[in-house]
């Protein structure tokens, strides 16, 4: 079963690109074949959100002071880079969510995804005019890897 | 430790804050220990400011993304107490129902993921997953049970919407209750298996005397409710505590510190087993009885032992509030602003995961917020965080320094300390004195 996730808190700005792009490709596909998710609040919830996924896509805004809009491309095989990681208690990083699956026998056959760098993380405030560019893009993109229509 | 030499650890993991820690040694003596902290959530206290009486909870649930709950609680009763309103039995029981399960989501957290690590000797709680996922997934299915708790009852795990002044928007029906107690009763065993896991690590020998501060309640163990008590004899209502604690600032942190009376002390999981372990169940006594409990604690380093007691207690209270479980109706009562034309004050303390917090808002008769103020568990230990470093450090500085530094590492972790839940990290420079000029 092929999944695509969207991390993001809808309040924050370009934190909500991962929700936008999860949210058009619901509308775009048949929830037989690719089931949508939508993740809000604590990520350590993927181990629990993916179960029963084969190929998981991840969607999610990065703040790493790189240009606004930037798509990076990862795939959870060959480990995340720094951009997905930080150091906390309370939060874990994408990065550490899927090591932590990773030690677990709880990641997806395959786990891969796109992270957007933010522009604007303000509470309220809507896409800044970057990321929602790079929500088209990354959607696109998405969809024909899913191999369905637009 | 050499004279000239140096240790430090950029990123100190597992320890919530943004900031740093310093400890300067001159002439095989520690001259200062000094937790500095960047990033308090004060800001909060004066955004507060104009707002109206029923906005705190959901504002300062925003302060933590683990512990909202405990925001949430402190900021209506304090609310309630200003606007002398009193809520109903069972709209009393669901809030500590809610509790219960923030105290799960925390404690499995810091036991399983950042704590544990420490004792069985890796750098992270993944590492320990490599070699122990069993373990780890049991530690995750608690906090789990947790999670679903606090989304039952709060809307969502994070940040619950379903709070507000007086009670809750809606309150959960007893069947939806219900279907949580199958993994409720799992994270019940769970938390036993728990408390004999950690009861067999290794715990470094070191003992402070410390001056303990909790809520305290004649029958219950305090969650939501009680009176400040210390192990010194203090036992005053929420509305005189401005009288014994006092915050002031230093140099090296944005965070106040606090003392009672001019003294140090401690809040959170010791303070609060110290102060009321009596009136634990039965069953939850014999576990902690049996894993070695039967007193006052003053190692720091056993905190993690009496936080999965505390887990396990907290599965147990959420089996029993659920069973005993009376849908309050309605599911809030009404709280209108104070009756005096000069307004009023209120005053509420609950025990967050980490300890006693403490809030206090004056209200206008219009309902507006004219001040505010907020003192986390986390702001209160900084002190007693910064004895425990110069105490334990100093006879030991003849350590490997490696060994030393992530022993200090482990102390600074004993407490959870969770300063601006802002999710970065913290710096330990150990220093001789000769280096700390120009630190700051």
């Not at chain 2, 298996?193 to 029958?219: I, Q």
């Not at chain 2, 002190?383 to 003849?398: H, K, M, N, S, T």
Request: proline content about 6%; overall charge negative.
């Amino acid at each position: 079963m092929i999944f695509v996730i969207g991390i993001g808190n809808p309040d924050r700005g370009d934190d909500a690109v991962g929700l936008a792009i999860a949210s058009r490709i619901k509308a775009a596909t048949n929830p037989a074949e690719v089931t949508v998710r939508e993740l809000v609040g604590d990520q350590l919830a993927l181990i629990d959100e993916w179960t029963g996924a084969t190929d998981v896509y991840l969607v999610d805004a990065v703040c790493s002071g790189g240009t606004p809009g930037t798509v990076y491309r990862f795939d959870a095989c060959d480990g995340l880079s720094e951009r997905f990681r930080h150091r906390g208690t309370h939060t874990f990083s994408l990065a550490d969510v899927i090591e932590l699956a990773r030690a677990l026998g709880r990641l997806p056959r395959q786990v891969a995804g796109f992270g957007i760098e933010g522009a604007d993380f303000t509470i309220g405030a809507g896409l800044s005019a970057e990321v929602a560019a790079a929500a088209d893009e990354v959607s696109a993109c998405l969809l024909a890897s899913l191999k369905v229509g637009v | 430790m050499t004279h000239g030499s140096r240790i430090s650890v950029p990123g100190l993991t597992r320890v919530e804050g943004e900031g740093g820690l310093e400890i300067v040694v001159s002439d095989g003596r520690i001259t200062e220990a000094r937790l500095d902290i960047y990033e308090p959530p004060r800001f909060f206290e004066a955004l507060l400011r104009g707002r109206q009486y029923t906005e705190p909870p959901d504002i300062t649930a925003r302060i933590c993304g683990i512990c909202p709950v405990a925001y949430q609680m402190s900021a209506c009763q304090a609310i309630e107490n200003g606007c002398r309103a009193t809520v109903t039995e069972d709209i009393r029981k669901l809030r500590r129902l809610l509790y219960c399960g923030e105290w799960m989501e925390s404690h499995a957290l810091h036991i399983y993921l950042l704590h544990a690590p420490d004792f069985l000797g890796y750098p992270s709680g993944i590492h320990l997953a490599r070699d122990h996922p069993d373990i780890v997934a049991r530690g995750l299915s608690i906090k789990k049970a947790g999670n679903h708790l606090m989304a039952a009852i709060g809307g969502r795990s994070v940040h619950p919407v379903n709070v507000k002044v007086g009670g809750f928007y809606r309150a959960p029906t007893a069947r939806e209750l219900r279907e949580l107690v199958p993994q409720l009763e799992q994270a019940r065993r769970d938390a036993e298996e728990t408390v004999t896991w950690v009861a067999g690590f290794d715990f470094p020998g070191f003992d402070r005397d410390y001056e303990f501060v909790s809520l305290r309640h004649p029958d219950q163990y305090p969650i939501t409710e009680g009176r400040i008590a210390a192990i010194s004899g203090l036992d005053i209502t929420p509305a005189e505590y401005d009288q014994h604690f006092t915050e002031f600032q230093v140099a090296h942190s944005t965070a106040l510190h606090s003392v009672l009376d001019g003294r140090t002390y401690l809040t959170g999981p010791l303070a609060r087993w110290s102060l009321n372990f009596g009136n634990l169940p039965a069953d939850v006594m014999r576990a902690a009885a049996a894993a070695g409990l039967n007193g006052t604690v003053t190692n720091p380093f056993r905190s993690i032992l009496v936080r999965a007691v505390e887990l396990l207690f907290a599965c147990d209270e959420a089996l029993r509030l659920i069973r005993e479980y009376r849908p309050p109706d309605p599911p809030a009562v009404a709280v209108t602003p104070p009756h005096s034309a000069t307004g009023a004050t209120g005053y509420g303390c609950t025990e967050a995961p980490r300890g006693l917090l403490y809030h206090r808002y004056a209200i206008a008769a219009d309902g507006t917020v004219t001040d505010a103020k907020i003192v986390p568990p986390t702001s209160q230990n900084q002190r007693a965080i910064e004895a425990d470093l110069r105490d334990f450090a100093e006879p030991r500085l003849g350590m490997d320094h490696e060994i030393l530094t992530s022993e200090c590492e482990q102390a600074v972790r004993n407490h959870d300390p969770c300063i601006s839940c802002a999710a970065h990290f913290l710096d330990l420079r150990l220093t001789p004195a000769e280096y700390s000029q120009g630190t700051r």
